[in-house]
């Protein structure tokens, strides 16, 4: 079975400091890794994906994650925060069989001024 | 933008009671979605649904959950008799189409109460 594991609950960090959201995955097949934000009172949100080619993905606000096969990680990063950031992280597996999203348990990012 | 909307936005009942929870996905969309957050536990995933059936369901999902496509907007998730440990965020999604390429939308989740 999938299962994802976020190691860091969380993550205080200054404002304009860059920040490291870890992910490690356990599956046996192909992977489909998916970060996810949940800002206050809001549902979920798609940041970035990695379905194949380049390993390093991006997306609009700044945020890149680099998918690791070896190391069966899918970190999240961001080189300078800023105050809007403060929200909840969520690495996701896509497993095809079922069509669905497990989940790790999520780090709170917490942007101080 | 569409976006997947859901209500009520807090659901409190008493244990044995049943609940309705009601979403509106996005309108071309044609897969849906339940997840859960028990408080300070994972995401988990309860059940798919396409083309009026369900597709996948967890072993969450027993004979109290049943789920409903009854108009051609409104996606419902009822549970029969709830349970304390029913408490939990409930999340609604849906995808254009199923498969790894194709996001999962969620809506900002109903709050179930049970006391």
């Known amino acids: 079975a999938q299962s994802v594991t976020q190691l860091d609950s969380q993550v205080p960090v200054f404002e304009e400091a860059p920040v490291e959201l870890r992910c490690n995955y356990s599956?046996?097949?192909?992977?489909?890794l998916f970060w996810y934000v949940q800002y206050p009172n809001q549902g979920l949100q798609l940041l970035l994906k990695?379905?194949?080619?380049?390993?390093l993905v991006e997306s609009i606000n700044g945020f890149e994650a680099e998918f690791n096969k070896s190391q069966t990680s899918f970190h999240l990063r961001k080189p300078s925060v800023h105050i809007s950031d403060t929200a909840e992280y969520f690495c996701?597996?896509?497993?095809?069989?079922?069509?669905?999203?497990?989940f790790g348990g999520g780090t709170r990012v917490l942007v101080k001024p | 933008e569409p976006e997947v909307t859901q209500t009520p936005s807090h659901q409190v009942t008493q244990m044995g009671q049943e609940v309705i929870l009601r979403c509106v996905p996005i309108?071309?969309?044609?897969?849906f979605y339940w997840y859960r957050q028990i408080l300070g536990q994972k995401v988990e995933f309860l059940v798919s649904?396409?083309?009026?059936?369900?597709?996948?369901k967890s072993e969450i999902f027993d004979d109290q959950f049943s789920v409903e496509r009854p108009d051609g907007s409104n996606f419902t998730l009822k549970i029969r008799s709830t349970k304390l440990e029913d408490s939990a965020m409930y999340f609604c999604?849906?995808?254009?189409?199923?498969?790894?390429?194709?996001?999962?939308?969620f809506g900002p989740g109903t709050r179930l109460t049970v006391t």
């Open positions: 309108s071309n969309h044609l897969y």
């Open positions: 649904f396409y083309n009026n059936e369900i597709s996948e």
């Open positions: 996701a597996v896509y497993k095809a069989a079922g069509n669905k999203l497990t």
């Open positions: 999604a849906s995808s254009a189409m199923g498969g790894r390429g194709y996001e999962q939308y």
């Open positions: 990695y379905l194949s080619g380049s390993t």
């Open positions: 599956s046996s097949v192909s992977v489909y």
